[in-house]
């Protein structure tokens, strides 16, 4: 209930902040601004930075052994961000976060000024538009436009997770990239980077840099170049 609670408010609050901090910025980037700074990702990256996972009671290993090797992805990637873009956090430590800002609203009596005032620290840094990555998944979408393939979007949702599957169909092979989130947005976001860094692993080794050097199949149909 905690983690429910601490879900809602942490949405407003953070809402209410990008809103506020980035005037000049358009509604559809305050809303990829929104996305990554509210993702079980972001969170589960906070309770690492801010050392909140071994206070986390359990008695599983597997979770145990997930945590240990999620913090020190996360400590490789304070040399290397690229990393960040390949790991994702156990689901628990971002329930932690949103667990505590469930209960420090109650502790509070509703005070969402008290909550933000101990959340706007412990999140820093919050995402910012020079900070947000390019959307991949229209990035992935136009690099294969102009190539002449088509991306298929498949998405489940199994308990509060969305399932996000995109998969490209090239001459001689499927190419799949798969995200997990709890927005089908964030998960659609991870797998588009996934397949696009096959994508472009595929056009370097078989040199299609140009959409007027071949024919291209867009889901069995040929599309000959102009």
Known sequence: RLEFLGDAVLDVLI????????T???P????????????NESFARAAVRRNLHPHLQHCSGLLLSHITEY?????????????LE???????LGDIVESIAGAILIDSKLD????????????????????LQLDLLRKLKERCDSLGYFVKETLNKEDAIVNAELSLKLEDVILVGKGYERKAKAAKQRAARQLLKKFEGYLAQTGQTNPNQTDYKWFGLVRFPL
């Open 28 to 39: 559809g980037e305050l809303t990829d601004l929104r996305s990554a700074a509210v993702s």
């Open 71 to 83: 913090e020190k992805l996360c400590t490789e990637a304070l040399n290397n961000t690229s990393l």
């Open 15 to 22: 809402t209410q902040h990008l809103y506020h901090s980035h």
């Open 24 to 26: 000049d910025v358009d």
């Open 86 to 92: 390949e790991i994702k956090g156990p689901k628990a």
């Open 112 to 131: 969402l000024d008290e909550v933000w005032r101990v959340f706007k620290p412990l999140l820093s840094p919050i995402a910012t538009p020079s900070s």
